[in-house]
């Protein structure tokens, strides 16, 4: 038992992939249809949509930082896109739109967090706060609209693509998990962020410019809570300003139960592809077995201490002087 | 003795200039807005509402005071179950303590109060100081244990308070926040604080000259959760009934007022007057625009705006008077 936590604590993506296997056999030995091709099309939406919003969080984490308005952004686009669409705009200029106005956002939180040096927890907060406000005075806090239909085939929970029972959007974020973590290992930009993140004075000599990395990697960060905004439209059906409030949390929880720790420098975005798997498959076995949404959230609290617990604790002070 | 004394002493103070230094912007909005307030609103800044007026802004202070010893800590040191340990408080005092067992009287609704704020501060301490999680993610899980706990228990607002409670949001309103600014004050005059700052600043430094930064960073949880504790007891006075949906919004409120109001969330600097005046300028900021009558949405827009200016420009000015980044 020691000896396995002591691999876990130096592999911990292997500790999640445990954790979601161990989880699926006891979803199939204790609920009745947990094997099902329904329940588990639906896992595989919901974890694609954790997934997607948590891309963002896990470069900001590698990067050293936290971006807390992630749910801010995925509401800001949930409710511009169904808005502008249900205006009769073009689709595609529309998600251009948002995607550009989150870009921008994104760039904002990352260039002032590090031009000034202020923790980006608060300024995310600040920025993802005003921008949640200015959507709901646009829209006197009754968004209308909705997404165009094969948005809504693409994440349906009855969806199918081709031959396979899924909607589209699970072959998609495997294609984008894979992309990610090409990504992150074998291009300049993800090798930079992980030597900024480790290191932020040695990175400057090796001529990394911190203001234009922490720019870009938050607007990355915003543009997949973006995405994800607009995929919630088509699932949800319509628009709603607090539809990203759960990923608040949630998206940290994933980076976190994936393995990656908050200190910088260090992850993997395969990590996080676990971590919104458990995260979902938890959720999912809660509700199976007959809780309360508010007991469910109370064991999703106490798991976590438990996975982080078992493989994501930090060293002692003393083995890093 | 005297001279070590002395010596702390000059530490402290050392330590805490920055605090009140660092908190320029906050302490001039502070002042606008209460000038703005109290010429649109005359009536409610004169004495005989202080009272009531104090009711009000208190969970928000003590919520604010009650994430500063963790966020003073250091190494990532951060309570978000700070809100729903206040909900959960509301919840147990309302529907157990003096409903269920009828316990309405002053001792046991405080007792109640500070030993649940002190058992889950110790659990936050237990995980981020001990276990070391990364204390987001530690006090994430125990907000979420609480505002589900709240939930199960009160599943919609409901029960009553007997009045001598709801006088702490009246005319007593000033006790819960002079208990916890006193608890607070005998402990900067502890070598405590000196230590917590110390292993705020530089935790490695303070590990090498022999303090027990495991035990610092416990006790700070420990302190910050029966303050949240004491905070459940004005925000039950304030709302005067059983609420589970609203403890939780504190959180967020709490952080951006330390943010305001100057306390590094690096750890090791700032204080509890920094905190207080950034969750007044909140306060005011609310009441300033609920007096307009104007929407929630723009209180939170404006209220987004004026939190980003202010650490933005918090931060311009100690560059500015210091070394060029």
Not at chain 1, 102 to 129: C, D, E, M, Q
Not at chain 1, 139 to 164: E, M
Not at chain 1, 185 to 201: E, H, K, Q, V
Not at chain 2, 35 to 44: C, D, S, W
Request: glycine share 12%; net charge positive.
């Amino acid at each position: 038992m020691g000896s396995m936590i002591a691999i876990l604590r130096r592999q911990p993506i292997l500790g999640a992939v445990l954790i979601a296997v161990l989880l699926y056999f006891f979803g199939l030995a204790s609920i009745d249809g947990f094997g099902s091709t329904f329940t588990l099309r639906s896992m595989l939406i919901l974890a694609a949509l954790l997934g997607i919003a948590s891309v963002g969080q896990t470069l900001v984490i590698i990067l050293g930082g936290i971006d807390l308005s992630i749910p801010f952004i995925v509401g800001f686009a949930n409710v511009v896109a169904a808005q502008l669409y249900g205006n009769g705009m073009n689709f595609a200029l529309v998600c251009l739109i948002v995607a550009v106005l989150a870009l921008a956002i994104g760039a904002f939180n990352g260039a002032l967090s590090a031009r000034l040096g202020l923790h980006p927890l608060i300024v995310t907060l600040g920025v993802g706060t005003f921008v949640q406000g200015a959507v709901l005075l646009w829209t006197a806090g009754f968004p209308s609209g909705s997404a165009p239909q094969y948005i809504s085939n693409f994440v349906s929970i009855g969806g199918s693509i081709g031959p396979l029972p899924f909607p589209g959007v699970v072959p998609a974020f495997l294609v984008m998990t894979l992309a990610v973590a090409f990504f992150l290992a074998r291009t300049p930009f993800g090798r930079r962020l992980y030597a900024l993140g480790s290191n932020p004075p040695a990175a400057r000599y090796a001529l990394i410019d911190p203001v234009w990395m922490w720019a870009a990697t938050f607007a990355l960060s915003a543009l997949f809570a973006a995405i994800a905004g607009v995929l919630l439209l088509g699932f949800t059906g319509s628009a709603y300003a607090d539809v990203g409030k759960p990923y608040l949390f949630q998206t940290i929880a994933a980076v976190v139960v994936g393995g990656t720790a908050l200190v910088g420098g260090r992850g993997s975005y395969l990590g996080t592809f676990v971590g919104a798997i458990v995260l979902t498959e938890i959720n999912t076995l809660l509700i199976g077995l007959g809780f309360q949404p508010s007991a469910v959230q109370a064991a999703l609290g106490a798991v976590i201490i438990l996975l982080v617990s078992l493989y994501g604790r930090e060293a002692h002070l003393r083995e890093q002087i | 003795m005297t001279a070590t004394a002395a010596k702390m002493k000059g530490q402290a103070e050392r330590f805490r200039l920055p605090g009140i230094a660092g908190i320029g912007f906050a302490g001039l909005l502070f002042v606008v807005l209460l000038l703005v307030n109290v010429y649109l609103n005359p009536e409610r800044f004169l004495p005989h509402s202080w009272g009531t007026l104090i009711g009000l802004a208190a969970p928000l202070i003590s919520a604010a005071l009650a994430s500063t010893p963790a966020i003073l800590s250091g190494r990532g040191g951060l309570d978000v179950s700070i809100g729903p340990l206040m909900g959960f408080v509301n919840a147990i005092v309302v529907t157990i303590i003096i409903a269920k067992w009828g316990l309405a009287g002053p001792v046991a609704v405080w007792v109640a109060a500070i030993v649940i704020g002190a058992a889950f501060g110790a659990f936050n301490g237990f995980l981020a100081a001990i276990v070391r999680i990364q204390p987001i993610v530690a006090t994430l899980g125990t907000y979420l244990v609480l505002a589900g706990l709240t939930t199960t228990i009160v599943p919609s607002p409901t029960g009553t308070i007997p009045s001598w409670f709801s006088g702490l949001s009246g005319a007593w309103s000033f006790i819960p926040l002079l208990v916890i600014g006193l608890l607070w004050f005998a402990l900067t005059r502890t070598p405590y604080y000196t230590a917590l700052m110390a292993t705020g600043s530089e935790d490695r430094a303070a590990f090498t000259s022999g303090l027990n930064v495991t035990l610092i960073r416990f006790l700070a949880y420990l302190v910050g959760g029966v303050f949240a504790g004491i905070a459940g007891l004005s925000l039950t006075a304030l709302i005067g009934s059983a609420d589970p949906n609203i403890g939780e919004t504190y959180t967020l409120l709490a952080i951006s007022s330390v943010a305001l109001g100057g306390v590094s969330l690096a750890g090791g600097r700032g204080g509890f007057i920094g905190a207080t005046i950034g969750a007044l300028d909140i306060f005011l900021l609310q009441s300033a625009l609920i007096y307009f009558n104007v929407s929630t949405f723009i209180l939170q827009t404006a209220y987004g705006a004026i939190l980003v200016l202010a650490v933005a420009s918090t931060a311009m000015q100690k560059s500015s008077g210091g070394r060029d980044l």
